[in-house]
């Protein structure tokens, strides 16, 4: 009985095992090594605290992208995302949060879906809008930021 039950058991983690396997093999397919390894190690994932740009955008197809920024001396010091959506926006997030570090507004307001789609490399063809929300959401962190500076030289 007992010998039974581990092989049943030993049979799952194989089953288990493969279904992972065949699901990374899919995902590197789809996100290219460059958007698969950021998939599994999404950096600058997370909220920061008082970020003197931020958005929340949500896209046409339901998802929502947050993009965080804090500047000093007018450049991007600290930059971070957060999303509810699939691996591909999870990938742009977070390349179009790295992309935003060190740069100024002017640099800001050159980053396109393009920009975020050739950082990555590649990103299935139906996902391609997953690096125009992280994008778009960059472009409204900058108005943001812009619109709190307007307001300090008023004051
Ligand atoms: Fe909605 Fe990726 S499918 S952002």
């Known amino acids: 009985m007992l010998r039974e ?47 003197d740009g931020y958005a929340r955008v949500i896209g046409e197809c339901g998802d929502t992208m947050e993009i965080f920024l804090k500047f000093e001396n007018n450049r991007v010091s600290k930059a971070s995302y957060f999303t509810d959506g699939c691996a591909s926006s999870m990938v742009s997030g977070s390349f179009a949060a790295e992309l935003t570090l060190g740069r100024d507004p002017d640099d800001l307001s050159d980053i396109t879906a ?42």
């Open 114 to 155: 393009e920009t975020v789609l050739a950082a990555i490399g590649r990103l299935p063809k139906e996902d391609q809008h997953c690096a125009s929300l992280a994008a778009r959401t960059v472009q409204e962190a900058l108005t943001h930021y812009m619109s709190g500076l307007v307001k300090k030289t008023k004051e």
């Open 5 to 51: 039950a581990i092989l049943i058991m030993d049979q799952l983690d194989e089953f288990v095992d493969n279904l992972q396997n065949q699901i990374f093999e899919e995902a590197k397919q789809a996100l290219g090594e460059k958007g698969f390894d950021r998939w599994r190690n999404p950096k600058w994932n997370g909220k920061i605290e008082n970020p």
